[in-house]
């Protein structure tokens, strides 16, 4: 049996309301969507890389540096829309939606979400959590947490401190906090792209929690290191000390 081809593609978008032209702020020298794809192309079991944009300062930025980039239409509501679009127009049994302001998704962490999508048939969607034992960190809604069945599957995601202690007893712990990359089965992509907003998904303002209402699987990665998204430019000044 051959090995399921793998192609991440990396979501990037000039008009951020927070960070207009996030993608093209320099870290350290080097436009931050090229750290990315740079942590991409360095991470076992992926096969192409593609960024997937629709603004061709960001186009033109990605080629600079040798990278491959589809243009997309400008209309697409969200990055899960632009990396289905791609897909639809590739071929690939397995497509990683590594989001464009991530430039410290350590490698291994993108294999470790991939692996087990090799081994179990019935995997949907892969993602990724990692230990958060701080209690305050628990309770930020901007923290997403996800609560795990016995089998590694994901049971619920929230911006609520879950699960809950009703007694008050000291949690044993630790929380786990949901780091945002998803590898998807092409079928499934297909499939999750088509289905309408779910009613948890709106609560919560998840875009996981759909394929949760909708009966798919999803697999929770386990590992030891956060990643820390570019959300503001303050940010980005947390980047470039880590980085330092």
């Known amino acids: 049996m051959s090995t399921p081809s793998v192609l991440v593609v990396i979501p990037a978008r000039y008009a951020s309301t927070r960070f207009p032209g996030k993608p093209l702020a320099d870290l350290h020298g080097k436009p931050m969507i090229q750290h990315v794809w740079e942590r991409c192309v360095a991470s076992p ?51 990683v939606n590594v989001q464009g302001d991530e ?80 590898a998807f089965r092409s079928a499934a992509l297909a499939r999750f792209a088509a289905l309408p907003a779910g009613v948890l998904e709106q609560y919560e303002k998840l875009e996981q929690l759909r394929a949760l209402e909708h009966g798919m699987s999803i697999h929770v990665a386990l590992v030891a290191h956060d990643s820390q998204a570019v959300d503001t430019p303050s940010d980005l000044d947390v980047v470039r000390a880590l980085m330092e």
Do not use: Q
């Not at 061709?56 to 509501?77: H, K, Q, S």
């Open 45 to 95: 079991l992926v096969g192409r890389v593609l960024v997937a944009t629709d603004d061709e300062r960001i186009a033109d930025a990605v080629r600079a540096f040798g990278g491959a980039c589809v243009m997309t239409p400008e209309d697409l509501a969200s990055g899960s829309e632009r990396v289905a679009w791609v897909a639809a127009r590739e071929t690939a049994d397995i497509v």
């Open 103 to 182: 430039p410290l998704l350590p490698p291994a962490t993108i294999a470790a979400v991939i692996e087990p999508m090799l081994r179990d048939a019935g995997i949907d969607i892969g993602t990724a959590a990692c230990p958060l034992p701080e209690a305050e960190a628990a309770g930020n809604p901007n923290v997403v947490k996800v609560v795990l069945m016995a089998n590694g599957r994901a049971l619920y995601f929230s911006r609520a401190r879950v699960p809950h202690v009703r007694d008050g007893e000291p949690w044993s712990g630790p929380w786990l906090k949901h780091i945002g990359i998803y």
